[in-house]
């Protein structure tokens, strides 16, 4: 999996303390973050800034098993302390409802393909005019410099690219068979969350 950060340049002292040693430090409980996902690697990002977020997610509420309808377990787990709105956001109205959560974000965190953002008028340069500022954050499959850059890309997909089927049946599995755990998602959003972390201690 891969992830881009862009960050725009200026200081909020909303958000930023000074240390008794003269350094900045970030106060996360006043950052907005805004997620803009369908899969669970965009709700991770977000979860792990201290569960303080805005969110626009994800196919997950859907996932088996839950007790009511749309109220899925990984949903619930990985969207807790967060505020959301569903928005189809190839409609106008939808699209600039995003652009205005946007202009008072300091983060920006998107996991769908870059080209998909770019179709729907939200790149980072057009998150940027209205918000110079932002922290703009891409989690998406594979490297934009590649063969498979435009090819969309969820957990198991990477863990076949990688090989890990094959492992497991190396080290004894009966048949190849991915790993019970969303090694891509995880692993991603933790780097991801820790890069965020730094670029909001560098803005400031």
Known sequence: MQSSPHSGHGASSAHSTRHPSGRASIRF????TST?????????????LLDRTSGLNLDVRWVWPFRNPGMGHIFLNANRNKRSVVLDLKKAPAREACLALAKRADVLV?????????????????????NPKIIY???FGY?????????????????????VPWLLKKQGADSPRFAPIIIADRSVGQQVASAVSAALYYRE
Do not use: F, H
Not at 143 to 163: C, E, F, T, V, W
């Open 36 to 48: 803009a996902s369908r899969a669970r690697i965009g709700s991770i990002v977000s979860w792990k």
């Open 137 to 139: 954050v891409g989690c």
């Open 143 to 163: 490297s934009q410099r590649g063969p498979y850059a435009a090819k969309a890309a969820y957990d198991d997909l990477i863990q076949g690219a990688a090989g």
């Open 29 to 32: 409980a006043t950052t907005r």
């Open 110 to 130: 998107y996991n769908i393909r870059p080209q998909a953002m770019a179709r729907l008028r939200l790149s980072y340069e057009d998150v940027k005019a209205v």
